[in-house]
């Protein structure tokens, strides 16, 4: 099945940076999403973004699917954008299946 | 009605208990979700449903058991569970199967006994 790996698995940051999380994925997919887990538990969606670049705010993804890669950027990091971090896509030609990566856990420091 | 919501919160329950928990949406979507998630670790699908049927079962114990009464509507029925079945339980909805975007509810804690 497709595989989604993320990088890095932990990023420690100080309020005001900047950062990057990658995801990679193994097949063409049909649908790529970014979520945010805060320590509540609930999953945010942040951007569905299949293909393309997308901003909101000060986050912004772009899903370069012939390279099968998508970013997330974080710009002028803040306290509650703590949390972990995951993509999840779903494969082209397959089922319904959204398979998640393994997430990025985004600690940002005061 | 932008959203999807669960119910209980939280529940603790014995291992001889029967308890269901409950996701409702109003956005139309024609297909829902039952996950578990695990302390740090990702979301792992358990179940489908497409159109109210289910499409798709994650090999799941029987001691789970789901339920879309009507297309706004998604149980999940609980019945002899283990204390390694204690997570979070999150439902999701989508407009269509497979091609679109997944709406997560804030998920259900459960803790067995």
């Known amino acids: 099945g497709i595989q989604v790996e993320q990088s890095p698995p932990d990023l420690i940051l100080q309020e005001g940076a900047n950062s990057t999380l990658r995801c990679n994925f193994s097949?063409?997919?049909?649908?790529l999403q970014w979520f945010h887990q805060n320590p509540w538990g609930q999953l945010i969606n942040l951007f569905y973004?299949?293909?393309g670049t997308k901003q909101n705010g000060r986050l912004s993804a772009t899903t370069v699917a012939t390279e099968r890669y998508s970013l997330l950027y974080i710009s002028s990091s803040q306290t509650t954008d703590s949390g972990v971090y995951f993509c999840a896509a779903v494969i082209q030609g397959g089922s319904e299946k959204l398979v998640f990566g393994k997430g990025t856990k985004l600690t940002v420091n005061p | 009605d932008t959203e999807v919501t669960q119910t209980p919160k939280h529940l603790v329950m014995g291992m001889t208990n029967k308890k269901s928990l409950k996701c409702e949406q109003h956005m139309g979507h024609r297909a829902m979700y039952w996950y578990k998630q695990k302390a740090k670790k990702p979301p792992e699908l358990m179940f489908v449903y497409s159109y109210e049927k289910l499409s798709i079962n994650e090999s799941v114990p029987s001691r789970f058991s789901p339920e879309c009464p009507n297309s706004s509507l998604l149980n999940l029925h609980l019945h002899a569970l283990q204390p390694e079945d204690s997570a979070l339980y999150l439902c999701?909805?989508?407009?269509?199967?497979?091609?679109?975007?997944?709406?997560f509810g804030p998920g259900t804690r459960l803790t067995v006994l």
């Open positions: 999701a909805s989508s407009p269509q199967p497979g091609t679109s975007f997944q709406f």
């Open positions: 097949d063409s997919v049909n649908n």
């Open positions: 973004i299949p293909s």
